[in-house]
Nanobody, 126 residues
Framework: QVQLVESGGGLVQAGDSLRLSCAAS????????MGWFRQSPGKERTFVAA????????YYSDSVKGRFTISRDIAENAVYLQMNSLKPGDTAVYYC???????????????????WGQGTQVTVSS
């Protein structure tokens, strides 16, 4: 069974940095797409970044491009999200997601992913 466990969230000030981790287990992830999404109370879950497990190609939302970096460690079965220059608007619960290779036009849609972690809270104060 696939399991995803996020960690690394916390309370920081604007301009600070955080690194989120997603520990993945349960099966080989070759051919999978791994994504990060975020959600605030009462709002829709939105795309942050994604990476192709095998090839390493990365994709970002416009709101985080240039500030966030997604990466993966194949040996550790882990996905990371390095978040720099954090803003109060980045405050949300961040979720790690995974599924078999998802076409680029649909990889930003949360409902295209079958596997999810429980989320980790990121709060950025002014």
């Amino acid at each position: 069974q696939v399991q995803l466990v996020e960690s690394g969230g916390g309370l920081v000030q604007a301009g600070d940095s955080l690194r989120l981790s997603c520990a993945a287990s349960g099966r080989p992830f070759s051919g999978y797409t791994m994504g990060w999404f975020r959600q605030s109370p009462g709002k829709e879950r939105t795309f942050v970044a994604a990476i192709r497990w095998s090839g390493g190609t990365t994709y970002y939302s416009d709101s985080v491009k240039g500030r966030f970096t997604i990466s993966r460690d194949i040996a550790e079965n882990a996905v990371y999200l390095q978040m720099n220059s954090l803003k109060p608007g980045d405050t949300a619960v961040y979720y790690c997601a995974a599924d078999s290779r998802i076409p680029r036009p649909t990889m930003t849609n949360w409902n295209q992913y079958d596997y999810w972690g429980q989320g980790t809270q990121v709060t950025v104060s002014s």
